[in-house]
């Protein structure tokens, strides 16, 4: 129906359309609305990486997942791993969004 994805969706729209007319450019919640029911990988200022399925957000970027994985970089190397059901996240910490990324454990370099 008509009921917004996220917080901002109605806020955003004006600046979205104005946006459009300006060159193209994709504006940053225009980007992150658009991730809405995906998967997303966030990495924070500190040791905490999350992977999971974004369900919604607000201007200041504190975000809603569901269906979370949780990685902590070990002090002895590698990351510790925690699965998570749901989780609100507080914008503030907020370093990197990767929009359908994985997260940080591949192949390569396996959980500790």
Known sequence: GG?????AEGRESDSRMAARGMGGQL???ELIDR???????IILKGDKEFV???RGFDDYVNM???EVTEYE???EGGYRVNKLEQILLN???V?????????PITADAPAA
């Not at 009921?3 to 917080?7: A, D, F, I, K, N």
């Not at 991730?35 to 990988?41: E, F, L, M, N, T």
Request: with cysteine; charged share 10%.
């Open 91 to 93: 914008g503030n910490n």
């Open 64 to 66: 809603v997942l569901e």
């Open 35 to 41: 991730c809405v029911g995906s998967k997303i990988w």
């Open 3 to 7: 009921e917004p994805t996220s917080l």
């Open 52 to 54: 999971g399925t974004l």
């Open 95 to 103: 370093c990197m969004l990767v929009p359908g990324g994985d997260g």
């Open 73 to 75: 970089v070990n002090p």
């Open 27 to 29: 504006l940053p919640l």
